[in-house]
């Protein structure tokens, strides 16, 4: 079965420093990739996706992914956070071609000022 | 266009309530499903549904029933509340094309059961 392994399950950045969470699946075949975000008492919104073409995704709010299909990872970047980017990230991974949806855990990230 | 509209978005059962939440999408996506999200387990499939007619099952059946009469509503019922479903309750719809599958999520509904 495909699985989403976000092993860091709590981060927490002093605001301008860079951010990675990590993101890795298993399953051997063609996939597309989610990352995302759940800001505090508000429903899950699309932070960006990979279906093909140039492995380095960017996204919303300065965030960016890369694809590494030998790792098979999907990490989340952004150079420098922000306060307001205080929420919960969640990576996700669609078997191309079916309809499911299979999530990580997440990672809850806190910006303090 | 209103997207994915899950209610209520706030509901106290007793344990043995029943309940249905309702989820309607108007965007005439074949692909809707129902998602529970509990602290440290991320959000888990519960059930979904491929068209009007068709449902199954997803990682956490059991508990929930759901129907899908209609390309728009995909409800959710809870026959018997117990606290373990305590929990909140994502409703999703999609679409598939050429470039992938993209997702729409409802603004989630927060269910206690005492």
């Known amino acids: 079965a495909q699985s989403v392994s976000q092993h860091n399950h709590h981060v927490i950045l002093s605001e301008a420093a860079s951010l990675e969470l990590g993101c890795n699946y298993s399953?051997?075949?063609?996939?597309?990739l989610f990352w995302y975000v759940q800001y505090p008492g508000q429903h899950l919104q699309l932070l960006l996706k990979?279906?093909?073409?140039?492995?380095l995704v960017k996204g919303i709010k300065g965030f960016e992914a890369e694809f590494i299909k030998s790792k098979f990872s999907f990490n989340l970047r952004k150079p420098s956070v922000q306060w307001s980017d205080t929420a919960e990230y969640f990576c996700?991974?669609?078997?191309?071609?079916?309809?499911?949806?299979?999530f990580g855990t997440g990672t809850r990230l806190q910006v303090f000022p | 266009n209103a997207g994915v509209t899950q209610t209520p978005k706030f509901q106290v059962l007793k344990t043995g309530q029943s309940m249905t939440l309702q989820c309607a999408q108007d965007?005439?996506?074949?692909?809707m499903s129902w998602y529970r999200q509990d602290p440290g387990m991320g959000l888990r499939l519960i059930h979904y549904?491929?068209?009007?007619?068709?449902?199954d099952q997803g990682e956490v059946p059991n508990g929930y029933n759901v129907s899908r009469s209609t390309t728009e509503d995909f409800p959710l019922r809870l026959l018997s509340a117990a606290p373990s479903q305590t929990s909140v309750y994502f409703c999703?719809?999609?679409?598939?094309?050429?470039?992938?599958?993209?997702?729409?999520f409802g603004e989630g509904s927060w269910l206690t059961v005492v």
């Open positions: 999703a719809s999609s679409y598939s094309d050429i470039a992938g599958n993209t997702i729409y």
């Open positions: 399953y051997g075949g063609t996939v597309n």
């Open positions: 990979y279906f093909s073409g140039d492995p």
């Open positions: 996700a991974v669609n078997v191309r071609n079916t309809d499911k949806l299979i």
């Open positions: 965007m005439n996506h074949e692909y």
């Open positions: 549904s491929v068209g009007a007619g068709i449902t």
